[in-house]
Protein backbone atom coordinates (compact mmCIF):
# COMPACT_ATOMS: atom_id res chain seq x y z
CA UNK A 1 0.00 0.00 0.00
CA UNK A 2 1.16 3.48 -0.85
CA UNK A 3 3.02 5.27 2.49
CA UNK A 4 0.22 8.41 2.15
CA UNK A 5 -2.85 5.69 2.38
CA UNK A 6 -4.24 5.67 5.63
CA UNK A 7 -6.78 2.33 4.64
CA UNK A 8 -7.90 0.78 1.04
CA UNK A 9 -11.40 1.57 0.93
CA UNK A 10 -12.79 -0.25 -2.35
CA UNK A 11 -10.11 -2.76 -3.25
CA UNK A 12 -9.09 -3.79 -6.62
CA UNK A 13 -11.24 -7.00 -7.25
CA UNK A 14 -14.40 -4.78 -5.55
CA UNK A 15 -13.96 -2.33 -8.08
CA UNK A 16 -13.35 -4.95 -11.10
CA UNK A 17 -16.79 -6.22 -9.70
CA UNK A 18 -18.62 -2.98 -9.73
CA UNK A 19 -17.23 -2.59 -13.00
CA UNK A 20 -18.40 -5.42 -14.78
CA UNK A 21 -22.24 -4.53 -13.04
CA UNK A 22 -22.10 -1.34 -14.52
CA UNK A 23 -21.00 -2.76 -17.95
CA UNK A 24 -23.82 -5.37 -18.25
CA UNK A 25 -26.81 -2.48 -17.26
CA UNK A 26 -25.75 -0.20 -19.69
CA UNK A 27 -24.98 -2.81 -22.51
CA UNK A 28 -28.38 -3.86 -22.00
CA UNK A 29 -29.86 -0.22 -21.91
CA UNK A 30 -28.09 1.17 -24.74
CA UNK A 31 -28.20 -2.13 -27.18
CA UNK A 32 -29.21 -1.30 -30.63
CA UNK A 33 -28.34 2.38 -30.62
CA UNK A 34 -25.95 4.74 -32.07
CA UNK A 35 -24.69 6.39 -28.65
CA UNK A 36 -21.41 8.55 -27.35
CA UNK A 37 -19.58 7.75 -24.18
CA UNK A 38 -18.22 10.92 -23.00
CA UNK A 39 -15.24 10.69 -20.38
CA UNK A 40 -14.50 13.33 -18.15
CA UNK A 41 -11.02 13.75 -17.79
CA UNK A 42 -8.83 13.21 -15.75
CA UNK A 43 -10.36 11.42 -12.84
CA UNK A 44 -12.13 8.96 -15.25
CA UNK A 45 -9.66 7.33 -17.31
CA UNK A 46 -9.05 4.36 -15.36
CA UNK A 47 -12.50 3.71 -14.51
CA UNK A 48 -13.70 4.93 -18.65
CA UNK A 49 -11.07 2.05 -20.05
CA UNK A 50 -11.97 -0.90 -17.93
CA UNK A 51 -15.89 -0.33 -18.36
CA UNK A 52 -15.43 0.20 -22.11
CA UNK A 53 -13.11 -3.59 -22.12
CA UNK A 54 -16.10 -4.95 -20.33
CA UNK A 55 -18.86 -3.78 -23.01
CA UNK A 56 -20.32 -6.06 -25.80
CA UNK A 57 -22.00 -3.48 -27.56
CA UNK A 58 -19.48 -0.64 -30.08
CA UNK A 59 -20.27 2.69 -29.20
CA UNK A 60 -18.18 5.82 -30.07
CA UNK A 61 -16.14 7.98 -27.30
CA UNK A 62 -14.69 11.10 -26.62
CA UNK A 63 -13.35 13.06 -23.74
CA UNK A 64 -13.92 16.83 -22.11
CA UNK A 65 -11.52 17.97 -19.48
CA UNK A 66 -12.99 20.20 -16.99
CA UNK A 67 -11.93 21.40 -13.40
CA UNK A 68 -13.27 23.26 -10.75
CA UNK A 69 -11.01 22.10 -8.09
CA UNK A 70 -7.76 24.04 -8.29
CA UNK A 71 -5.61 21.87 -6.34
CA UNK A 72 -7.68 22.39 -3.33
CA UNK A 73 -9.90 19.83 -1.61
CA UNK A 74 -13.19 22.00 -1.73
CA UNK A 75 -15.02 22.51 -5.27
CA UNK A 76 -14.80 26.28 -6.75
CA UNK A 77 -18.06 26.16 -7.82
CA UNK A 78 -16.33 27.17 -11.10
CA UNK A 79 -16.48 25.11 -13.93
CA UNK A 80 -13.42 25.54 -16.58
CA UNK A 81 -13.89 23.90 -20.23
CA UNK A 82 -10.39 23.13 -20.63
CA UNK A 83 -10.73 20.87 -23.44
CA UNK A 84 -14.30 20.65 -25.35
CA UNK A 85 -15.50 18.03 -26.81
CA UNK A 86 -14.64 17.19 -30.28
CA UNK A 87 -17.83 16.90 -32.59
CA UNK A 88 -21.07 17.69 -33.19
CA UNK A 89 -23.44 16.29 -30.44
CA UNK A 90 -26.53 17.26 -32.38
CA UNK A 91 -29.58 14.50 -31.77
CA UNK A 92 -26.68 12.71 -29.97
CA UNK A 93 -27.68 10.13 -27.52
CA UNK A 94 -24.78 10.58 -24.34
CA UNK A 95 -23.75 8.87 -21.66
CA UNK A 96 -21.07 11.04 -19.49
CA UNK A 97 -18.53 8.41 -17.38
CA UNK A 98 -17.31 10.14 -13.90
CA UNK A 99 -15.06 8.64 -11.30
CA UNK A 100 -17.02 10.20 -8.51
CA UNK A 101 -19.82 12.93 -8.56
CA UNK A 102 -19.43 14.96 -4.98
CA UNK A 103 -20.80 18.87 -4.67
CA UNK A 104 -22.54 17.73 -8.13
CA UNK A 105 -21.38 21.32 -9.65
CA UNK A 106 -18.96 19.10 -12.82
CA UNK A 107 -22.04 16.95 -13.74
CA UNK A 108 -24.49 19.80 -13.46
CA UNK A 109 -23.20 22.02 -15.25
CA UNK A 110 -22.23 19.60 -18.07
CA UNK A 111 -25.06 17.90 -18.64
CA UNK A 112 -26.25 21.98 -19.31
CA UNK A 113 -23.58 22.18 -21.26
CA UNK A 114 -24.16 19.11 -23.43
CA UNK A 115 -27.87 19.61 -24.16
CA UNK A 116 -27.27 23.26 -24.75
CA UNK A 117 -24.83 22.22 -27.38
CA UNK A 118 -27.79 19.55 -29.04
CA UNK A 119 -27.70 16.49 -27.73
CA UNK A 120 -30.60 14.36 -27.55
CA UNK A 121 -30.30 12.90 -23.99
CA UNK A 122 -27.76 13.33 -21.69
CA UNK A 123 -27.16 10.53 -18.69
CA UNK A 124 -24.65 9.79 -16.34
CA UNK A 125 -22.65 6.79 -15.08
CA UNK A 126 -20.42 7.62 -12.01
CA UNK A 127 -18.30 5.01 -9.73
CA UNK A 128 -18.80 6.66 -6.84
CA UNK A 129 -21.31 8.85 -5.24
CA UNK A 130 -20.93 11.07 -2.24
CA UNK A 131 -24.36 12.19 -1.30
CA UNK A 132 -23.53 13.59 1.88
CA UNK A 133 -21.43 16.44 -0.14
CA UNK A 134 -23.93 17.34 -2.51
CA UNK A 135 -24.35 21.37 -3.04
CA UNK A 136 -26.42 20.98 -6.78
CA UNK A 137 -29.19 18.05 -7.40
CA UNK A 138 -28.09 16.15 -10.46
CA UNK A 139 -30.07 12.84 -11.46
CA UNK A 140 -27.60 10.07 -11.68
CA UNK A 141 -28.74 7.18 -13.61
CA UNK A 142 -25.92 4.30 -13.00
CA UNK A 143 -23.84 4.69 -9.57
CA UNK A 144 -20.98 2.31 -8.71
CA UNK A 145 -20.98 2.50 -5.51
CA UNK A 146 -21.76 5.45 -2.63
CA UNK A 147 -19.23 6.52 -0.31
CA UNK A 148 -18.92 8.28 2.48
CA UNK A 149 -17.25 11.78 2.85
CA UNK A 150 -13.61 10.85 3.40
CA UNK A 151 -10.78 12.18 1.47
CA UNK A 152 -9.98 9.49 -0.84
CA UNK A 153 -7.29 9.08 -3.77
CA UNK A 154 -6.47 6.30 -6.69
CA UNK A 155 -8.08 4.29 -9.76
CA UNK A 156 -8.17 7.82 -11.42
CA UNK A 157 -8.92 10.26 -7.99
CA UNK A 158 -6.24 12.37 -7.33
CA UNK A 159 -4.68 15.02 -4.88
CA UNK A 160 -2.70 17.75 -6.20
CA UNK A 161 -2.35 15.56 -9.53
CA UNK A 162 -0.76 12.52 -7.17
CA UNK A 163 -1.69 8.86 -6.36
CA UNK A 164 -4.31 8.52 -10.09
CA UNK A 165 -2.23 5.44 -10.88
CA UNK A 166 -3.49 4.13 -7.48
CA UNK A 167 -5.15 0.31 -8.73
CA UNK A 168 -7.13 0.46 -5.66
CA UNK A 169 -9.02 3.17 -3.92
CA UNK A 170 -7.64 4.22 -0.57
CA UNK A 171 -8.13 6.97 2.25
CA UNK A 172 -5.94 9.52 2.13
CA UNK A 173 -3.92 10.36 5.71
CA UNK A 174 -5.19 13.57 7.04
CA UNK A 175 -1.80 14.63 7.66
CA UNK A 176 -0.58 14.72 3.71
CA UNK A 177 -3.63 17.61 3.15
CA UNK A 178 -3.24 19.00 6.71
C1 LIG B 1 -13.15 15.74 -9.89
C2 LIG B 1 -13.88 14.51 -10.39
C3 LIG B 1 -15.17 15.07 -10.92
C4 LIG B 1 -15.43 16.25 -10.00
C5 LIG B 1 -16.47 15.87 -8.99
O1 LIG B 1 -12.55 16.38 -10.97
O2 LIG B 1 -13.15 13.85 -11.39
O3 LIG B 1 -15.03 15.54 -12.25
O4 LIG B 1 -14.19 16.54 -9.35
O5 LIG B 1 -16.67 16.88 -8.07
P1 LIG B 1 -17.97 17.81 -8.02
O6 LIG B 1 -19.15 16.91 -8.00
O7 LIG B 1 -17.77 18.55 -6.70
O8 LIG B 1 -17.93 18.74 -9.18
P2 LIG B 1 -11.44 17.54 -10.86
O9 LIG B 1 -12.09 18.87 -11.14
O10 LIG B 1 -10.69 17.41 -9.55
O11 LIG B 1 -10.49 17.20 -12.08
P3 LIG B 1 -9.80 15.77 -12.43
O12 LIG B 1 -10.86 14.90 -13.05
O13 LIG B 1 -8.74 16.14 -13.42
O14 LIG B 1 -9.25 15.18 -11.16
Redesign the pocket.
Known amino acids: MHKDVGEILISESEINEIVKRLAKEIDNDYAGKDWLMVG?????ILFMADLMKAMENDFKIDFVV????ADGTE?TGRVNVLKDISQSIEGKDLLIV??????????HFLVKYFYAKGAASVKIVTLFDKPDRRRVDVPVEYVGKVIPDAFIVGYGL?YAEKYRTLPYVGILKPEVYS
Open positions: VLKGSVSSYSEDIIDSGNTLD
